[in-house]
């Protein structure tokens, strides 16, 4: 049981938007504390999508876009292509130096 | 090249140790805190320690601590992890990553993992 819940997976079409949630509590995204996105394609290290809720690391495409509120915060992927199938997770803190993970949605792209 | 290398994976029986060790190059290592990350086989990424860039702060996941102890060697630009009286459920994947303000505590670089697995 992972202490950010996401959805186990998500579909789209190639060119479609899909959204992915990610819920917690007041104890960690509603703490103020930013939620980060990470993309693991099969066989390969996490790489980090999203930071500080809604900002791209260089080389991120902005197809990708991040946001929060309250205890929740979400994911949207614009224009989709097959290479973005992938599992994403999200991860925030809920305490100065304890870090807690999202269970992964696994986006298929259809 | 920036770069996290992980060591120290091995078959162990339950309630053994083992000790992990991660090697970053490429950076300076002391301007970031580390983190261990784990992956269960077919499971989800789970956050498992952290470490702040001095080592005078550090954090554990419930299911860890206790038994596991995180620490880092500047010095020699290098992450540990302690894991002791090892069970079933700590079998997996276990990266080492590194975060910064720079990217409000998200974790930028990781590495590719050194897999733990507990066996009798």
């Known amino acids: 049981q992972s202490v950010l819940t996401q959805p186990p997976s998500v579909s789209g079409a190639p060119g479609q938007r899909v959204t992915i949630s990610c819920t917690g509590s007041?104890?960690?995204?509603?703490?103020?504390?930013?939620v980060h996105w990470y993309q693991q394609l099969p066989g390969t290290a996490p790489k980090l999508l999203i930071y500080?809720?809604?900002n791209r690391p260089s080389g991120v495409p902005d197809r990708f876009s991040g946001s929060k509120s309250g205890t929740s915060a979400s994911l949207a992927i614009t224009g989709l292509q097959a290479e973005d199938e992938a599992d994403y997770y999200c991860?925030?803190?809920?305490?100065?130096?304890?870090?807690?993970f999202g269970g992964g949605t696994k986006l298929t792209v259809l | 090249e920036v770069q996290l290398v992980e060591s120290g994976g091995g078959v162990v029986r339950p309630g053994g140790s083992l000790r992990l060790s991660c090697a970053a190059s490429?950076?300076?290592?002391?301007?970031?805190?580390m983190t261990w990350v784990r992956q269960g086989p077919g499971k989800g990424l789970e956050w498992v320690s952290g470490?702040?860039?001095?080592?005078?702060?550090?954090g554990y996941a419930d299911s860890v601590r206790g038994r596991f102890t995180i620490s880092r060697d500047n010095a020699k630009n290098s992450l540990y992890l302690q894991m002791n009286s090892l069970r079933g459920e700590d079998t997996a994947l276990y990266h080492c990553?590194?975060?910064?303000?720079?990217?409000?505590?998200?974790?930028?670089?990781w590495g590719q993992g050194t897999t733990v697995t507990v066996s009798s």
């Open positions: 990553a590194r975060y910064s303000s720079l990217y409000r505590y998200g974790m930028d670089v």
């Open positions: 490429g950076f300076t290592f002391d301007d970031y805190g």
């Open positions: 470490i702040n860039w001095n080592g005078d702060s550090t």
């Open positions: 007041s104890s960690n995204i509603g703490a103020g504390y930013d």
């Open positions: 500080g809720n809604s």
């Open positions: 991860q925030s803190y809920d305490s100065s130096v304890r870090g807690v």
